[in-house]
């Protein structure tokens, strides 16, 4: 069965540190999304890319960078970590745009310590 | 601005019914998506609405009027399972999801 993964579930890092957070699926989808989850907020849009050697910043880009070198992947780097960017980080993906769904990753509860 | 709203947490009774509001103000329309999270999970896909009226889908459905700018997500014969977070999100102009904060609900027997 297609699935999309995330790893790690978990991970506690330090400040000024930098942490990639990998994401792979294998529905074969374009278009692939960053979020993160924080209490109190809906879903905020990272990065997300439409196809290989596509990216764009979403919302909440400052301090993140994504790169598409395949279908598969698409890794979510934090260049040097602080305690703001300490959420839970869903990767997404979907076939296309409208009335389509998006299949979730687990997510991955990072903490910045 | 773009703004989704929807209560933060709602109690309703096994083999109830329960009604989950939304409400948008979004630059452009292309859909409404609602997603069930359950605690430490994975958002999940339940339903669609791109145009006004009612989309049933077994124990849930969902309604849309556009011009209203307004949504709701209807559970019928609740069940213990049905605790979770019920998520909003409108697709806008750009083909971006805007989420709502998310509406948690808590099934008592």
């Known amino acids: 069965d297609a699935e999309i993964t995330q790893s790690p579930r978990h991970k506690i890092t330090e400040t000024g540190r930098q942490v990639t957070l990998a994401c792979h699926q294998t529905?074969?989808?374009?278009?692939m999304f960053w979020y993160r989850q924080d209490l109190g907020h809906g879903l905020r849009l990272i990065h997300y890319?439409?196809?290989?050697?596509?990216?764009n910043k979403g919302e909440v880009s400052d301090g993140y960078s994504v790169s598409r070198s395949n279908t598969e992947d698409l890794p979510l780097t934090l260049e040097s970590a602080a305690s703001s960017q300490t959420s839970v980080y869903f990767c997404?993906?979907?076939?296309?745009?409208?009335?389509?769904?998006?299949?979730f990753g687990q997510g991955t509860r990072l903490t910045v310590v | 601005g773009q703004n989704i709203d929807q209560p933060t947490e709602m109690t309703a009774t096994e083999g109830a019914i329960v009604q989950i509001n939304c409400t948008y103000q979004t630059s452009g329309f292309n859909g409404l998506f609602w997603y069930q999270q359950h605690a430490g999970e994975a958002p999940t896909f339940l339903s669609y609405n791109v145009l006004d009226g009612l989309e049933e889908k077994g124990r849930f459905s969902s309604f849309l009027s556009r011009s209203k700018g307004y949504s709701y997500l209807l559970l019928k014969e609740l069940q213990m399972k049905d605790s979770a977070s019920y998520l909003c999100a409108v697709m806008d102009s750009n083909y971006q999801l805007i989420w709502g904060a998310g509406t948690k609900l808590i099934i008592k027997p």
């Open positions: 997404a993906s979907s076939e296309s745009f409208e009335g389509t769904e998006a299949f």
């Open positions: 529905w074969n989808h374009n278009n």
């Open positions: 890319s439409y196809g290989v050697q596509d990216t």
